[in-house]
């Protein structure tokens, strides 16, 4: 059974950083692309930031370049994303997500987290 577990999620005031973690099991971790998206209530689900299966390469949406970074350990199956200089506007609901190889969509998705930025 895959399982994507996100945490770290939390109120924090603007200009603040939180770190979500996202803890995969039930598939081979090394094998799969993965990626941060949020929602904001009344908005479409947007994608945050991505990593490829080695690590090397990353991808961000233009309104987080600079203040987060996405980042993973292939050892302990885990992504994460570290959230500077937060804004009011990154209040969400934050999901991490996997890609198998080969494939255009998320093959799985977590629960998610919500982080609230007060301003």
């Known amino acids: 059974q895959v399982q994507l577990v996100e945490s770290g999620g939390g109120l924090v005031q603007a200009e603040g950083s939180l770190r979500l973690s996202c803890a995969v099991s039930?598939?081979?971790?090394?094998?799969?692309?993965m990626a941060w998206f949020r929602q904001a209530p009344g908005k479409e689900r947007e994608i945050v930031a991505t990593?490829?299966?080695?690590?090397?390469?990353?991808y961000y949406a233009s309104f987080v370049k600079g203040r987060f970074t996405i980042s993973r350990d292939n050892g302990k199956n885990t992504v994460y994303l570290q959230m500077n200089r937060l804004k009011p506007e990154d209040t969400a609901v934050y999901y991490c997500?996997?890609?198998?190889?080969?494939?255009?969509?998320?093959?799985?998705w977590g629960q998610g987290t919500q982080v609230t930025v007060s301003s």
């Open positions: 039930g598939l081979t971790f090394s094998t799969y692309a």
């Open positions: 990593i490829t299966r080695s690590g090397g390469t990353s």
């Open positions: 997500a996997a890609q198998r190889a080969g494939y255009t969509e998320y093959n799985y």
